[in-house]
């Protein structure tokens, strides 16, 4: 078992910066993928970014590309998402999640087995 829990969330104006955190406890936390998704009010959650166990391989959502940033510190067992230049439709709960290593994509939700209970981000215009 993998025990996450997000931090960070917070109300900012668009064009603001946040940075979340995704403390991972239980299980060697370097053994897993992880990322972040986002679910949106009165929509479907998407994924947003991941990264690879050692972090040296990441991937992002279009929508994020270029003004997030995912990154994993395995020495802390954390992982964290820098979001800049955030705009109204970013406003979500976001959610890490842990996945295990060897699959062919990590963009879709069904291939992460650990989920945290997410934190909001809102973003006003």
């Known amino acids: 078992q993998v025990q996450l829990v997000e931090s960070g969330g917070a109300v900012v104006q668009a064009g603001g910066s946040l940075r979340l955190s995704c403390a991972a406890s239980?299980?060697?936390?370097?053994?897993?993928?992880m990322g972040w998704f986002r679910q949106a009010p009165g929509k479907e959650r998407e994924f947003a970014a991941t990264v690879k166990r050692f972090g040296f391989t990441t991937d992002y959502a279009d929508s994020v590309k270029g003004r997030f940033t995912i990154s994993r510190d395995n020495a802390k067992n954390t992982m964290y998402l820098q979001m800049n230049s955030l705009k109204p439709e970013d406003t979500a709960v976001y959610y890490c999640?842990?996945?295990?290593?060897?699959?062919?994509?990590?963009?879709?939700?069904?291939?992460?087995?650990?989920w945290g209970q997410g934190t909001t981000v809102t973003v006003s215009s």
């Open positions: 999640a842990a996945a295990a290593p060897g699959l062919s994509t990590y963009r879709e939700a069904n291939k992460y087995a650990y």
């Open positions: 239980g299980r060697t936390f370097s053994n897993y993928v």
